[in-house]
């Protein structure tokens, strides 16, 4: 049973770092390469799971995992092009500000057209049922996809960055951007199409995860905060650095989740009593189930007084 517990909560928890790998890798590209912390990502990523909802109903599931990052993508980089590009020069203030209004325009837009409700966003035929079968515990397929389509991502970003020759103009425009425009590249559209792929990796994200989980208004503020944990944790701009990052968080909360060890219990293990009467034991009787929700935020607090760059982070400003 030990076993059994430890397995299928490890792939749980790697299942769901690999979803958030995907959601904060977007997230991580725009600021190592702009210099732009996204307040408005988790949004793309809710935009994501609404398109391929509808898309889905009318061309099927399939075809909607390619066409609904498209056009989060293009919408990305309509935002950067006529709305980011012009607060640019004024700041990372004003660039938060008007990424921060967008999040909240893009919510409204949501529930005026698709309502405040849940929509019934399921998965496909083929993505149903369990994949196999472990010690009794089925591992459902639709993890099991998550977790190929992020590999398949990671490697894929990975390849365009480092092998192509995008990828290396857009490693030099990075870095010396004046001299990248000397040499006759479009500097600015260069961001433009690193801030939209920004945002398709977040709405690839959206359409398996929201018929994984649930597909909802809120959906975006559920992940918000974490993914911004998870950035600051891996290091501002390092892409590895947000891998490693998601997998940890993602693998502690499943664990902890499923824990009901608590101070209490364990001093009782020892041999000494506890009880009410005993100081502090509202804090002894917590078990770790209860506050798993805040380990990923304690986690960031311990990064930031001892490690402020993040696990792998090389970005300084």
């Known amino acids: 049973m030990n076993l059994e517990f430890f397995v299928i909560s490890l792939l749980n928890g790697i299942s769901y770092g690999l979803l958030l790998f995907m959601l904060s890798s977007g997230l ?16 793309f990523y809710m935009l994501g799971a609404y398109f391929a909802y509808t898309l889905s109903g009318v061309l099927g599931f399939w075809p909607a995992l390619v066409l609904a990052p498209l056009l989060v993508g293009a919408l990305g980089a309509a ?16 660039e938060l500000l008007v990424t921060f209004g967008l999040s909240y325009l893009i919510l409204e837009m949501v529930q005026l057209v698709w309502g405040r409700s849940t929509v019934p966003y399921g998965l496909p035929s083929a993505l149903q049922g369990p994949l196999f079968t472990l010690y009794g515990t089925q591992f459902p397929k639709s993890r099991s996809f998550i977790m190929l389509v992020a590999v398949l991502m990671l490697l894929s970003v990975w390849l365009l960055l480092t092998r192509t020759r995008i990828g290396l103009v ?5 870095k010396h951007p004046q001299m990248v425009e000397a040499l006759g590249h479009n500097v600015p559209r260069v961001f433009m199409l690193v801030f939209g792929g920004g945002c398709a990796l977040a709405g690839l994200a959206g359409v398996i995860g929201g018929n994984t989980y649930i597909t909802e208004p809120a959906m975006a503020a559920s992940v918000g905060s974490i993914i911004f944990v998870v950035v600051v944790v891996g290091g501002m701009g390092s892409l590895a650095g947000a891998f490693l990052a998601s997998l940890l968080i993602g693998i502690v909360q499943t664990f902890a989740v499923a824990l009901d060890w608590s101070a209490a219990s364990a001093l009782a293990g020892m041999g000494i009593r506890v009880g009410e009467e005993t100081f502090g034991w509202p804090l002894l009787k917590l078990t770790i189930s209860q506050v798993a929700p805040i380990l990923p935020y304690l986690f960031l607090v311990l990064i930031l007084i001892f490690r402020p760059r993040g696990l792998l982070g090389t970005r300084e400003d």
């Open 28 to 43: 991580t590209l725009i600021f190592s390469m702009m210099g732009v912390l996204n307040f408005a990502h988790t949004s």
């Open 79 to 94: 935002f950067e092009r006529y709305s980011l590009r012009r607060v640019h020069k004024f700041g990372h203030v004003p």
């Open 170 to 174: 857009i490693q030099a425009a990075l």
